[in-house]
């Protein structure tokens, strides 16, 4: 049976007929073309697929398309200014999270990544707002919630890295929340050479 | 005939250049397997969903398409009697759907055409698959075993040295223990999947694999196609660890798919469920080790049996003892393999297969002699320093061992380590350190061609058919490139990922870079013997890589040493790895930022199988029952803290390459899973010789 939802992704609206059976990953994916949310394990596991739905990020594979008639998405892709020309391939100005994610190398194969920034993007704004944590020891915080590394670890954690890029995701997300960056990579890296890099 | 190539000096070598690729990755543009489309020249695809046997062992006795072909939206439904017949049907790996024999539970014995990935997936649901089931093995235990013609990348099944039995006889301490690695999977992040395409002359595959052109190499033969009928292209892979740098089953299906419908594109994604079944994975491996010793921890002897599984319908023999025979001095020793054939999922590669659960047995072995001997764990490995390689009697070539160790001990705060466990406590945690050394061999594999073009203005394209999987491959390759051109790396087009390139080996063995980069140091060696300096635009040269004549005469491993801090909760036996530290000598290091990334990793996916990573199967029905994310636990942020990691300087070995750089991407998950597990012995007296090191080990 096919349904005629309208969704906005990136900016653009797209009226399609989904089968009702069509997870929102595979509309964005299969129907609209947009490919940033990716498909890891289809079973809400991974975090690969996470958008900001609606302003909070989200796992669309475990929700319907037709659950979704009328919402906002933003992908990865959308968090730059290229969002509706994917020709450009990004080349507008970038996120700062998605230069954060550059500057500390929070990936490596860059299929978990999408999922990851749109994640941290979301985990910042939840910080912000006084959104707790299971690490969070006052409840009632209130307003901004102070982002130690014990709280990106427990919040990135619905998003896996088989890479094992942990220490420059967070790295990234200190950047990204106005921290100083600890290791991974030094924002001065252009100077690095072995020298500096090797023991001795 | 080419010359072998000389060594290049570094200029962008060694210093840091952005990711190639990172601003694809980071916007989301970065293209995969599943992700090409009408610009691509795939248009309008149909989607392809496998269907699995329910049986271990026995005959497909019926097929029946019925209620899926009635199904809206469903094309066809191939089966062993209607799918397209292969030339060579001797790999039963990859032989799918020419006969009804059924060898393992999960072999797909069915696909189903579709116009959209709902009607797919509904349809297989609905394939009615009739069986003859006959008895199964799906257990190592109590397996009968036997002795391989040989083990994984070519290495003798058995290799001794020495009078083992009289060393064991004579000797003052002898550690004599068993020790397991746990049945695991891969899992990258993106799982296996090809988009296919057959026009009616050529096969052009998508795929996300390690190696484009033994995709190519493999399926011609097995098709009945030249190898120049079958495209691959590979621009982004979501990861691999192994898993992708053979081809598997379901790449076989998406073509045979392709097959059936010529000029109509075909996508086939293997979902997270079905990896557990088709695309490879580590077997669980038990070690017998002992080790014979004088009182000051001189080794007299050792011995590594290994007995492993592999399946009944195609062989792969984890190489789990090979360490043993190169790491430390004694005048003998003894190393094994053995393997029981089971009617399971074929195991293969994952990210250093040998080294990673042989390694584990004998790191954990070597602080058990320790501790026996009351000798620290650093000073034992020293004390035990080959002069030579024991395996071949080469000298050894760079072997930096003990720098690592020492260096590690220093940065890692090691001096003043209680050497009694269970003395630290902080609250109610235990606290305990421990150390393992690492090593991977240096590989260097055969048959890779570049193509350098000059391109005028002092630019350059270089060409190879390498596969970047996330390792850096499409930036440090640049970085060579320009060093051995004399230019910016901003003046040099690398173009990899695709068959229409050069040929190239597999992303794996810690091989990519090093093979690669070295086709390429000759090609351009090559372009300025034949053209000069300044070659006008339009000039270009091919070589094809020779081996180093000394790479036969000399030992070449890389080394490393893995510091661990653990705490163990005294109540509930929870561990946490709060530091982590891994140093190594590998040559010179190309980009210290993919590098480091690399080894992160490393230590990542080591600490993850220390801890968590052991899939289930189920000996009844031969599956494994831990078939996703939520049950087969892999490392997440929150487990991961404080990691460190280093390299030695001054570490340019151009004996292994002529850019001096050897392998990194495997050296780091070796040793880790040891080091966690002599911390965690440490910490509390108890000692885990079967990974992964769980809580209910220290509930007392």
Known sequence: MDTSITLTVDGSEHTLDVDTRTTLLDALRERIGATAPKKGCDHGQCGSCTVLLEGRRHLTCLALAVAHDGDEIVTAAGLTGSAADPASRGEDALHPVQQAFLDHDGYQCGYCTPGQICSAVGVLDEAKQGHPSHVTDDLEVGGDVELTDEEIRERMSGNLCRCGAYVGILDAVRQAAGQTPGRGVDPARHTHDHETEGAR | ?700
């Open chain 2, 1 to 700: 005939m080419t010359q072998q190539a000389t060594p290049v000096e570094a200029r962008s070598m060694g210093t840091h250049l952005d990711r190639a690729d990172g601003r694809e990755k980071v916007t989301g543009h970065a293209r995969y397997a599943m992700e090409h489309g009408a610009d691509d020249g795939v248009e309008a695809p149909l989607t392809a969903w496998l269907v699995q046997s329910t049986i271990a062992r026995g005959r497909v006795v019926r097929v029946d398409p019925a209620a899926a072909l009635a199904h809206p939206g469903v094309v066809s439904v191939l089966d062993h009697e209607s799918a397209p017949r292969l030339a060579d049907t001797e790999d039963r790996e990859l032989a799918i759907l020419q006969d009804d024999r059924v060898g393992l539970r999960g072999q797909i014995v069915a696909v189903v055409l579709a116009e959209t990935p709902e009607a797919a997936r509904e349809g297989a649901r609905l394939v009615h698959v009739a069986y003859d089931e006959e008895p199964h093995r799906a257990s190592l235990e109590g397996a009968e075993t036997y002795a391989p013609e040989s083990v994984n990348a070519g290495h003798e099944t058995d290799w001794a040295d020495g009078d083992v039995a009289a060393a064991f006889a004579g000797a003052a301490v002898v550690v004599d223990q068993r020790y397991s690695t746990p049945h695991e999977h891969n899992s990258p992040m993106e799982p296996h999947a090809a988009t296919a395409l057959w026009d009616g002359e050529r096969l052009t595959l998508w795929d996300s694999t390690q190696a484009v052109h033994a995709v190519a190499k493999t399926f011609a033969p097995m098709l009945g196609l030249e190898a120049a009928q079958i495209t691959v292209r590979a621009p982004y892979v979501g990861g691999g660890f192994g898993s992708k740098g053979l081809p598997h089953a379901p790449e076989m299906a998406a073509a045979l798919a392709a097959l059936s419908v010529p000029g109509r594109p075909v996508k086939l994604a293997v979902t997270r469920q079905q990896m557990f079944a088709l695309t490879g994975y580590r077997t669980e491996t038990v070690s017998h080790v002992r080790l014979a010793a004088e009182p000051d921890g001189r080794l007299l002897g050792i011995e590594q049996h290994a007995v492993s599984q592999t399946s009944a319908i195609k062989e792969f023999t984890e190489q789990t003892a090979t360490a043993a025979r190169m790491m430390y001095a004694a005048p003998a020793r003894a190393t094994t393999h053995r393997v029981a054939a089971l009617d399971v999922a074929v195991p293969s590669w994952m990210r250093a297969p040998g080294e990673m659960p042989g390694m584990f047995a004998q790191e954990v072995a070597m602080d058990e002699l320790a501790f026996a001997c009351e000798v620290d764990p650093i000073e034992l490995r020293v004390r035990n320093e080959p002069d030579a390689d024991p395996e071949t009697g080469n000298p050894w070539n760079n072997r930096r061992l003990v720098e690592c160790l020492e260096r590690g001990a220093e940065r890692f705060g090691w001096a003043g380590r209680p050497s009694a466990p269970g003395t630290v406590q902080d609250g109610d945690w235990w606290v305990g350190t421990g150390v393992a050394a690492a090593t991977y061999p240096t590989l260097w594999m055969p048959g890779n061609t570049a193509r350098v073009e000059s391109l005028g203005g002092g630019r350059y394209a270089v060409s190879i058919g390498a596969v970047d999987i996330g390792t850096g491959a499409r930036t440090v390759l640049v970085q060579i490139a320009a060093d051995a051109l004399g230019v910016d790396p901003a003046a040099v087009d690398l173009h990899i990922g695709d068959t229409d390139q050069p040929a190239a080996t597999v992303a794996g063995g810690s091989a990519g870079t090093g093979s690669w980069g070295t086709a390429i140091v000759q090609t351009v060696q090559q372009l300025r013997a034949d053209h000069g300096e300044h070659p006008d635009a339009g000039v270009a040269s091919t070589a094809t890589a020779e081996a180093y004549p000394d790479m036969d005469r000399y030992a070449l491993h890389s080394f490393g040493a893995v510091f661990a801090e653990v705490r163990i909760h005294r109540w509930t036996g929870e561990l946490r790895a709060p530091r982590l530290l891994g140093v190594y000598s590998s040559g010179r290091v190309v980009n210290p930022m993919t590098a480091r990334s690399q080894f992160y990793g490393g230590l990542v996916m080591g600490l993850s199988g220390a801890l968590f990573e052991e899939s289930v199967r189920d000996p009844r029905f031969g599956h494994v029952v831990t078939q996703d994310l939520a049950t087969y636990h892999v490392a997440s942020h929150a487990d991961v803290h404080g990691i460190e990691v280093e390299w030695l300087a001054d570490d340019t070995d151009t004996l292994a390459t002529p850019f001096g750089g050897r392998g990194i991407g495997e050296i780091g998950i070796v040793g880790t899973a040891a080091a966690v597990a002599n911390a965690a012995w440490h910490a509390t007296g108890i000692r885990v010789r079967d990974l992964p090191v769980t809580a209910d080990r220290f509930v007392r």
